[in-house]
């Protein structure tokens, strides 16, 4: 109780803090109603890309340290090339750990025969969403795939120098005459080093979104780098209040690229200052 005390009371200074500043964020929030029943309707999660140098036991473990129940495998924890019956038995543990195994992030697809793959990878694990990056190309045959196999794809962005799809627009655009349940999987960190507002376009591009990936980052240029959330310049209250107001009921992932050989104490430190920022908002 009291570190949860301690905790609020951190953001609520950090909100008065920033009124000082002449930003204020976070204490523009006591006055909003921007969550009318109380509750969130998204949930935090965690993309395994941050536990990359870990194996999938570990990384279950990990996740569940930090009080996440919702996870997305990467390849090096449920290897794309492993049989139906491998993929069956490592979601089975997952599941057994009391985790929720909601999407594969992020897939590749270069060609049919991954696209092919990558939608028997996800049957076989039961999952009910691919976070991929498809070539252009390749659409017409994801629009195909989602309509037999009712399963989503939240497209990702990965930022400057990226040439299919480096903005949350970008992938909009090319996915919003298909099928509805192609999407996107708006990554904030890459979103802000484009010079964007992450919020703006969740907002703007809410009847399709399906996955976020969240983070922080140091500077809002190219060469920006993840640091422990807070610790940037990404305004996190306003995303989750926009979150919120479009009623997003999917997950919020942490991915954290920083500090891949121990990674644990930044994201603890991340996750406790997303749920801090949660209880005030």
Do not use: W
């Amino acid at each position: 109780m009291e570190n949860r005390q301690n905790r609020r009371e951190f953001v609520k200074l950090a909100g008065l803090g920033a009124v000082a500043l002449g930003a204020g964020p976070v204490a523009m929030a006591a006055g909003e109603k921007s969550r009318p029943n109380g509750k969130v309707p998204f949930k935090l999660g965690m993309a395994s890309y941050t536990f990359r140098k870990f194996p999938t036991d570990k990384t279950i473990q990990m996740t569940k340290r930090l009080g996440l129940k919702y996870i997305e495998f990467k390849s090096m924890h449920m290897p794309l090339e492993s049989s139906c019956e491998q993929i069956k038995k490592v979601a089975a543990v997952v599941q057994a750990a009391g985790l929720v195994l909601y999407s594969a992030s992020v897939v590749y697809i270069n060609n049919p025969q991954e696209l092919d793959r990558a939608f028997e990878y996800a049957k076989c694990a039961g999952l009910e969403m691919l976070t991929a990056v498809p070539k252009h190309q390749l659409l017409e045959l994801v629009d195909k795939k989602v309509k037999q196999y009712d399963i989503k794809v939240a497209i990702h962005n990965h930022g400057p120098g990226d040439e299919l799809y480096p903005t949350p627009a970008s992938i909009y655009d090319k996915v919003k005459g298909f099928d509805k349940r192609i999407g996107l999987c708006i990554d904030i960190g890459h979103t802000v080093r484009s010079g964007l507002d992450p919020a703006e376009a969740a907002e703007k591009y809410a009847d399709r979104l399906y996955d976020v990936h969240i983070k922080d980052v140091d500077k809002a240029v190219a060469e920006g780098k993840t640091v422990e959330m807070g610790r940037g310049i990404i305004d996190i209250p306003k995303l989750f209040r926009t979150l919120i107001k479009v009623n997003y009921s999917h997950a919020a992932s942490f991915e954290f690229e920083k500090d891949a050989n121990d990674p644990l104490p930044g994201v603890a430190e991340s996750v406790g200052y997303a749920k801090g920022v949660l209880d005030v908002i």
